[in-house]
């Protein structure tokens, strides 16, 4: 036969031709032929069966019911579900097929049968599985199960169990194999859950306290995530509990790796988190109600200790919640934003949705959230000065310590939505959040710096209660102090960059020390080597060309900065020696005389900052 790729109306004739060779003239689809072509091979027995699995009464629920997602004041349930379970309703309706004494092989799920009759339940609604029966290794029986109805009850000994899968939802139908909920695990069900079902994580939504109580059976052959706390009606007050629920079955989702979520009965705790599951999954919320009362089927409606209505207080506790959140309009935006409130990014969320949803979703959007930014600076700047941010962007800031302070060995805290997030957020005075999700709250302390410095200053032979003439000689006048020579030789650049840094001590009255602006009195002058003056420059504000005054408030006194310009005199940067005159009382014409005790602790410095 030629090498060909046959069209699809070739395929079709092909599969008559099969149909035609098993006695029917019904063309076969695609997933039918497998089986029709093993049986040709074979010679086995081939057989088709299509049923609805969903028991009519839970079919009858299903079917007939729709809640008004803003009346919670009333329940169906009851008219559906009998006071006393009824086993018939608890699991789905199975196929009776008959079989050989042997294997029978369900698309990859082996189990042993007899022959005669036999019972099969469980899988996937509205899709072909083949079976093929072996006896001692030959092939006796074929064929082809099709179950209809799209809830997927599954028949096991633990109990409550469903798939999530075929509920509407946002652009098609919630995949199935993905999610199961139930209550605690049968170890019974091991080849079931393993091998029909595919498990490959549980979930337990007991808390680890209470989920120690229980034998560990599944969690020995899967992965296991199980929260400190446990989750009953409430999205409030259990922040991290959910970040772990949801953290693991959006990696689930995205693994491909089947999990089963339950608690002990698989209605309250795992009811809670399926309704936060399926909104974020678009079911509306008359499904979600069903979805959570289809437990009643396994438990009875006799009495509310076993009955789970929506209009019951839990419940509506709950979705009273839900609805009083504010970002978000609708029920599923209001979780999806919720969810992102979180630390889940939108990025997350809707590849979930993509993992969940068999049909295109749109992807959503998150409602934009104002945050306040509070920062509280002792001894530091910060070059933002916003005080608030918008949800998702990014928020920045570079924080400056004050002149005589550092940010080395300082106290740093930066918060964002109660958690502290210093260690990813800052680095070397920068603060840098990429996706803001809550009020911000940054606290610096800088730390005081030690400078190491040459105080060029002697009180010694500083000359008290004496001012300095225009010719650099001293006169007598109250209040004022003049140093020294002081030797700068070869110190000086001359070029605006030198700076003469001066403390005046706050420890002895009379107050305050300081340089007040007497542009005859307060000055630096010149010397040559001789000590002949050659220059001079006014320390007073007057005189903002050639000095510049920074005050630094520290509690003690002040500090000041005095330029030496070569706009003073072109020759100052060859100055061997300078003498500085100050006032320590704040007057300019004199005033109370001074002790060598009230300038014991002025310090003068060049080009070495005093902190």
């Not at 109306?9 to 093993?38: C, F, H, P």
């Not at 099709?146 to 109990?159: D, V, Y």
């Amino acid at each position: 036969m030629a090498n060909k790729l046959y069209e699809e109306s070739d395929i079709q004739d092909i599969a008559l031709a099969i149909r035609e060779q098993n006695g029917t003239s019904t063309k076969y689809n695609v997933s039918q032929m497998g089986a029709a072509v093993r049986a040709i091979r074979t010679g086995a027995a081939t057989s088709e069966h299509t049923w609805n699995q969903i028991p009519t009464v839970v079919k009858n629920f299903l079917d007939n019911v729709t809640y008004n997602p803003s009346d919670y004041s009333t329940s169906q349930i009851t008219n559906y579900a009998p006071a006393t379970a009824n086993v018939n309703n608890k699991y789905p309706i199975g196929i009776t097929v008959e079989t050989d004494s042997g294997v029978l092989d369900r698309d990859g799920y082996e189990m042993p049968v007899a022959s005669g009759n036999t019972t099969l339940y469980n899988d996937i609604p509205n899709q072909f599985t083949e079976f093929v029966n072996r006896n001692g290794g030959a092939v006796s029986r074929v064929g082809t199960l099709k179950p209809t109805g799209f809830l997927r009850q599954i028949k096991c000994a633990t109990s409550n169990v469903r798939d999530l899968g075929g509920w509407a939802c946002d652009g098609g139908t919630v995949k199935y194999g993905k999610l199961f909920r139930g209550g605690e695990f049968n170890e019974a069900d091991l080849d079931i859950f393993l091998n029909q079902l595919g498990i490959r994580h549980e979930l337990n939504l007991r808390g680890t306290s209470e989920a120690a109580e229980a034998p560990a059976i599944l969690r020995n052959y899967v992965r296991y995530t199980c929260p400190e706390l446990f989750v009953w009606y409430t999205i409030q007050n259990r922040d991290e509990a959910w970040r772990d629920i949801i953290r693991c079955i959006f990696d689930c989702a995205a693994h491909n790796d089947p999990v089963f979520f339950h608690c002990s009965a698989g209605a309250d705790r795992t009811g809670t988190v399926a309704c936060i599951i399926e909104a974020i999954l678009g079911m509306s919320q008359s499904d979600i109600d069903k979805d959570y009362e289809l437990t009643n089927f396994h438990t009875g409606v006799a009495t509310d200790s076993n009955a789970r209505r929506r209009n019951e207080g839990e419940w509506k506790g709950l979705i009273n919640q839900i609805n009083a959140l504010t970002k978000g309009t609708t029920f599923r935006d209001k979780v999806v934003n919720w969810v992102a409130k979180l630390g889940f990014t939108v990025a997350e969320i809707n590849a979930f949705r993509k993992a969940m949803i068999d049909g295109n979703p749109a992807d959503v959007t998150l409602v934009a959230e104002t945050f306040a930014v509070t920062n509280t600076l002792s001894n530091a700047t910060t070059s933002n000065a916003a005080t608030t941010v918008t949800e998702g962007q990014t928020y920045t800031a570079t924080i400056t310590a004050a002149n005589g302070y550092t940010l080395e060995g300082a106290t740093v805290s930066v918060k964002m939505g109660g958690v502290d997030i210093t260690a990813t957020a800052y680095a070397n005075g920068v603060v840098n959040i990429a996706n803001v999700s809550g009020n911000i709250v940054i606290t610096v302390d800088a730390v005081k710096m030690t400078a190491v410095y040459t105080n060029l200053f002697d009180p010694s032979k500083a000359s008290i209660n004496n001012r300095m003439g225009s010719s650099g000689t001293n006169s007598t006048l109250n209040g004022y102090f003049v140093s020294d020579y002081i030797d700068v030789s070869g110190k000086l650049k001359g070029d605006g960059s030198d700076r003469f840094y001066i403390k005046n001590p706050a420890n002895t009255a009379p107050t305050p020390y300081g340089i007040v602006g007497d542009a005859s009195n307060q000055k630096i002058v010149y010397f040559n080597s001789s000590k002949t003056k050659i220059g001079a420059a006014i320390l007073g504000n007057s005189d903002t060309t050639n000095f510049t005054k920074v005050n630094y408030s520290d509690g003690v006194g002040s500090f000041v900065g005095c330029k030496v310009s070569g706009s003073v005199n072109t020759s100052l940067a060859n100055a061997a020696y300078v003498r500085i005159a100050l006032c320590a009382n704040n007057t300019l014409s004199g005033g109370t005389a001074i002790t060598a005790d009230a300038i014991a602790d002025v310090v003068i410095t060049l080009n070495e900052p005093i902190y």
